[in-house]
């Protein structure tokens, strides 16, 4: 077994006896430090439904908030966890450290019981900083709105997320002619199914405006198909290629 500082992060215990590993959790949970266990452990799950899951090698981690991740070698999410909130309590099986991790609504229990342990580590963190998204939809639409030109010299935003019968219109406006214009927002490359979309909107549109004129349908991504480029051309759709910005 090896130690670091008592007082300083991260600290770690190599193949730590299960009492060993049970009294540094306690301590770390009652100084709110995230922990992690990785070791060979089963998993026992009951409350909105319930589970099981044999001996195996995992990672598990416990958050400052309350909530537990079980991670196996494959896949990016956890095979089992709590949400924030849960309280965990450690105690001693059999020799074995076992982790009980309690949510009080609904309730939940999820046991984990390691047979060996390789590692326990705790981690004071600090992290003020939030997760900043860029390239979505709503920044496509963003560019569209404060250069509407990018999709036609004389093209006019009226509305955006205007409801039709077939869901809500991206953008709704009007070309320089004054016909009306219905502009759907996609950020990837994009196949059939978009182009089904616009022509839904499309029709919808103008069935609820009891018109005959005419409405144009414009799909806006960075690219399509061959298959969705020739839908568009048989629908009488038009596509623009455009990018939100990073």
């Not at 007082?7 to 306690?26: H, K, Q």
């Not at 009652?30 to 266990?37: A, D, M, P, S």
């Not at 205007?162 to 219905?182: C, H, K, L, N, Y």
Request: aromatic share 4%; proline share 6%; hydrophobic share 35%.
């Amino acid at each position: 077994m090896t130690t670091t500082d008592e007082d300083a992060t991260p600290r770690t215990l190599t193949a730590p006896a299960a009492s060993a590993a049970r009294d540094f959790l306690d301590t770390a949970i009652e100084r709110g430090e995230l922990l992690t266990v990785f070791g060979r452990c089963t998993i026992e799950y009951d409350g909105r439904a319930s589970s099981s899951l044999g001996p195996g090698d995992r990672h598990v981690m416990l958050k400052p908030d309350g909530s537990l991740l079980v991670h196996t070698a494959a896949g990016q999410k956890p095979v089992n966890w709590q949400p924030p909130g849960c309280t965990h309590e450690l105690s001693l099986c059999d020799d074995s450290l076992q982790i009980r991790s309690v949510r009080s609504s609904p309730a939940e229990e999820l046991y984990v019981t390691f047979e060996t342990i390789e590692q326990v580590s705790a981690f004071s963190l600090s992290d003020e900083s939030d997760l900043n998204v860029s390239g979505t939809e709503a920044d496509l639409k963003q560019r569209i709105l404060d250069d509407p030109t990018l999709i036609e010299p004389g093209f006019q935003p009226l509305a955006t997320e205007r409801e039709t019968p077939a869901g809500a219109v991206d953008i709704f406006g009007s070309d320089a002619d004054g016909t009306t214009v219905v502009v759907e927002l996609k950020r990837r490359r994009v196949g059939p199914d978009a182009v089904g979309q616009l022509a839904r909107y499309v029709d919808a549109l103008r069935r609820d405006l009891h018109t005959e004129a005419t409405i144009r349908g414009i799909l806006v991504a960075p690219s399509v198909t061959d298959r969705a480029r020739d839908l568009l051309d048989e629908n009488g759709l038009e596509f623009v290629s455009l990018e939100p910005d990073e």
